[in-house]
C-alpha cells in the first residue's frame, strides 16, 4: 500500500484561511464532477519562518503512514495542492529564497522530500509531479526546465520513483493534442519513472515497449474497472467511467459500484 502524502490548504483549523506561496485569490472553478461550481477563500502566504514547520508536517505524516503499515509514501506535489503552488512561476511570487529563481522555487519541495526519505528512507518514497498541467491556476512559463530541474534534484535524494503527469493533460482531465512530452525527464531521472495522463491498455504498453517510463499509472479506468488488469490481459471491454460521480461525498456511488468481468457473465 501506497499513502498519498498531501497537504489540503484548505483544512485549516479555526477557519484560517489556506496556506500558500501566495496570497492571490482563486477565480471560482468547475469541479471535478463537472456539474459543481467551487468558491475559494482567499490563501495566507506562508511566512519564510513558518516553512520548516510544514516540512515537518510531511515528515510526521509519513512516520505515520509506516508505522498504521503502508509501505511507502508518496509526495504529491502536482495538480496545484500546496507544494506545486510553490513550484510554479505564475502562482509563486515570493521574494524570500523560496520565490523567484528555479532553485529557489523548488526548495520546499525538496525539502520536503529530503525530510521524508530521512525519515522512512528513500526506497519508501516517490513523489507525484505535474509540471505541464495547469489545474487551479498552477502554471509556470517554463515546464520543461521545471520537470528536468526537479528530476535532477531528486537524483540526489535516490528516492523510489518520479510519478509525472503527460503534457497532453492540461486543465481539465481529458487528452488532448500536444507535441510536449516526458521523454527528457525520463532519461535525466535515476530511478523508477512512472507516466500518468489518459492511457490505454496500448499506448501504455507501447510507452514501457519504447522505453518512455518504466510503469504507466491508470486512474478513472482502475476506478471504473477494479480487474482492469485482467480485462487487459483478455483485451475485454472496459466500463465507462461516470465523471459526474467523481469526488462526491457518497462512499460507493462511483467508487465501488462498478461491476467486475465476472458480474457481467465474462470469465
Known amino acids: 500500500m501506497i499513502y498519498y502524502l498531501q497537504m489540503f490548504a484548505g483544512f485549516q483549523p479555526n477557519g484560517h484561511a489556506p496556506i500558500s506561496s501566495t496570497d492571490k485569490a482563486l477565480t471560482p472553478k468547475l469541479q471535478a464532477n463537472g456539474v459543481d461550481i467551487a468558491d475559494f477563500s482567499p ?4 511566512r519564510t519562518d513558518e516553512i520548516p514547520q510544514v516540512v515537518n508536517d510531511f515528515r510526521i505524516a ?27 512561476d ?16 523548488c526548495r520546499f519541495a525538496l525539502e520536503i522530500v529530503e ?33 528536468l530541474y526537479m528530476v ?3 537524483n540526489k535524494y535516490g528516492i523510489l520513483y518520479c510519478h509525472m503527469v503527460e503534457p497532453r493533460i492540461k486543465i481539465g482531465m481529458e487528452v488532448g493534442e500536444c507535441s510536449q512530452s516526458l521523454v527528457p525527464m525520463r532519461k535525466a531521472f535515476n530511478g523508477t519513472f512512472i ?4 492511457y490505454g491498455r ?3 504498453n507501447d510507452a514501457v515497449a519504447e522505453n518512455r517510463a518504466d510503469l504507466v499509472a491508470y486512474g478513472r479506468l482502475f476506478l471504473a474497472n477494479p480487474d482492469l488488469p485482467r480485462r487487459f490481459e483478455l483485451g475485454a471491454p472496459l466500463n465507462k467511467y461516470d ?17 467486475f468481468l465476472e458480474d457481467n457473465g465474462n470469465a
Open 195 to 198: 507516466a500518468a495522463g489518459g
Open 62 to 88: 509519513a512516520r505515520n503512514a509506516m508505522e498504521a503499515g503502508f509501505d511507502g509514501v508518496e509526495i504529491h506535489g502536482a495538480h496545484g495542492f500546496l507544494i506545486e503552488q510553490f513550484l510554479k
Open 90 to 105: 505564475q502562482v509563486n511570487d515570493r521574494t524570500d529564497q523560496y520565490g523567484g529563481s528555479l532553485e529557489n522555487r
Open 243 to 259: 465523471r459526474s460521480t467523481f469526488y462526491t461525498s457518497d462512499p460507493v456511488i462511483g467508487y465501488t459500484d462498478y461491476p
Open 152 to 154: 535532477e534534484a531528486l
Open 115 to 147: 525530510a521524508v526519505a530521512n525519515e522512512i528512507g528513500a526506497d519508501k518514497v516517490g513523489i507525484r509531479l505535474s509540471p505541464y498541467t495547469e489545474f487551479m491556476e498552477s502554471v509556470d512559463s517554463d515546464p520543461q526546465a521545471l520537470g
Open 43 to 46: 490563501p495566507r502566504r506562508l
Open 202 to 204: 496500448d499506448d501504455g
